[in-house]
Each structure stands twice: as C-alpha cells, then as structure tokens.
Nanobody
Framework: QVQLVESGGGLVQAGGSLRLSCAAS????????MGWFRQAPGKEREFVAT????????RYAASVKGRCTISGDSAKNTVYLQMNSLNPEDTAVYYC????????????????WGQGTQITVSS
C-alpha cells in the first residue's frame, strides 16, 4: 500500500509562487508515475501534471503549462510541483496521486491519492 502526504499549500497573492511536495511511502517502484490533480468548489477534478519515474517524461495541463514544473527525487520518493504566476483560477484543493505504469491525465487511472492540500490565490 502506498501512502502519499502532500505539503506546501497555503494562501498566496496573484502573481505569486508556491511549491507543493508529496512524499510517498510504502511499496513504490521505478515503474511508477506520480501526478497532481486539483479540484475547485463545484468543479470536477482536473489534471495538472504528471511525471513518470523511469523515463522522466512529464505532462502538463494546458491551463498550467509554462507556469508549473513537476519534478521528482526518486531517492526520497518525493514529487514536487512548482507553481508560478498563480492566479485566482488556480484556487483549489491539490491532490497528489500515484499509479503503476506511465503517467496519465485521467484521474480514474490512478491507484493512490493523498489527502489534498489547499491553495488559495487572492486577487
């Protein structure tokens, strides 16, 4: 069983930056992808970014591409999401995810989820 613990959320002004971290523990392997999704009140869960451990391939949602960078430290089983130029539309609960295999933008293809961390961007 894989456990995911997010940290790094908070309140930030528009134009600011935040870095989210997600530490994974349990039965992780190199054939793992980790990612970030987000969900705003009244909206569906939305893909943000993913990274595949063994290939290093990353994917981003169009809404964050160019503003966000996903990276990972396989030795620490930790994935990061650096978010810059934040705007109020980025306000949401951000969830860390993990799955066996390559990264995916479909939330229902992920096996493990963190508890979520809130990001609030004020205008």
């Amino acid at each position: 069983q894989v456990q995911l613990v997010e940290s790094g959320g908070g309140l930030v002004q528009a134009g600011g930056s935040l870095r989210l971290s997600c530490a994974a523990s349990g039965c992780t392997s190199s054939n793992t992808a980790m990612g970030w999704f987000r969900q705003a009140p009244g909206k569906e869960r939305e893909f943000v970014a993913t990274i595949s451990w063994n290939s290093g391939i990353t994917r981003y949602a169009a809404s964050v591409k160019g503003r966000c960078t996903i990276s990972g430290d396989s030795a620490k089983n930790t994935v990061y999401l650096q978010m810059n130029s934040l705007n109020p539309e980025d306000t949401a609960v951000y969830y860390c995810t993990a799955r066996r295999g390559a990264g995916s933008s479909w939330w229902n293809e992920y096996d493990y989820w963190g508890q979520g961390t809130q990001i609030t961007v004020s205008s």
